[in-house]
């Protein structure tokens, strides 16, 4: 079963940051944050990975409670094109980690 | 980025039949690939962990014998589809992890999956 728990749906429009939130209450210590999305149809994209630490890439920031039991994925300009199905997972580092998807966000971007 | 490549992209099959589907990682090596299946509205569900040159792991639930899975090179894992039924009509995605040594996290790359249709 997943280990996150994330809002069914969520509105945002467009142009403004769209904040996406998980909970993940038990993470064990050696576990990564991942969020990756999905438009219809095609297969995942990862968006962002992190640990403890707040991470910014080219697509969205990851903010990691300080417990880690509850991040936020947020985009900061949200476009039409970022409506999709957003997944936040936990996994183990290594080689060995699989990536197991929850039921994740759906995320509709409105003009 | 890393790509992954499924081919077909989608087919249509008659009951009974077996299909295959390829995943190939295009401009890097993959030891460990993953399947994954999709229902309509639904997530994605792991079907197995396929690493190359070794036999895969399924998922609980997941019928080893009716999903043929193999991950003969670095590049490329198929699965297969034995006797397909219509139950078995789905969104088949892989992904594939880079060969990594030493790091921390666990980049996963998907293809665009495949869509089965089984009449």
């Known amino acids: 079963d997943a280990k996150t728990t994330q809002p069914p749906s969520m509105d945002c429009a467009e142009g403004r940051a769209a904040n996406l939130p998980c909970n993940h209450s038990?993470?064990?210590?050696?576990?990564?944050v991942y969020w990756y999305r999905q438009i219809h149809s095609q297969g995942p994209q990862y968006i962002i990975h992190g640990l403890k630490n707040n991470e910014t890439n080219e697509m969205a920031s990851l903010i990691i409670t300080e417990d880690r039991k509850s991040s936020t994925l947020i985009l900061p300009h949200a476009t039409l094109r970022d409506t999709a199905v957003y997944y936040c997972?936990?996994?183990?580092?290594?080689?060995?980690?699989?990536?197991?998807f929850g039921q994740g966000t759906t995320l509709q971007v409105k003009p | 980025g890393a790509v992954v490549s499924q081919h077909p992209s989608w087919v249509i099959c008659k009951s009974g039949t077996s299909v295959k589907i390829e995943c190939r990682s295009l401009?890097?090596?993959?030891?460990?690939m993953f399947w994954y299946r999709q229902f309509p509205k639904q997530s994605l569900m792991l079907m197995a962990t396929s690493n190359e040159g070794s036999k895969a792991t399924y998922e609980q639930g997941v019928e080893k014998d009716k999903f043929l899975i193999n991950h003969a090179s670095l590049t490329l894992s198929t699965l297969t589809v034995t006797s397909a039924h219509p139950e078995d009509s789905s969104f088949y995605i892989c992904s594939a992890k880079t060969i990594t040594t030493g790091t921390s996290y666990n980049e996963q790359f998907f293809g665009p999956g495949t869509r089965l249709t089984v009449l």
């Open positions: 401009d890097f090596q993959a030891t460990t």
């Open positions: 038990t993470i064990s210590g050696n576990e990564y």
């Open positions: 997972i936990v996994s183990v580092s290594g080689n060995t980690g699989k990536l197991i």
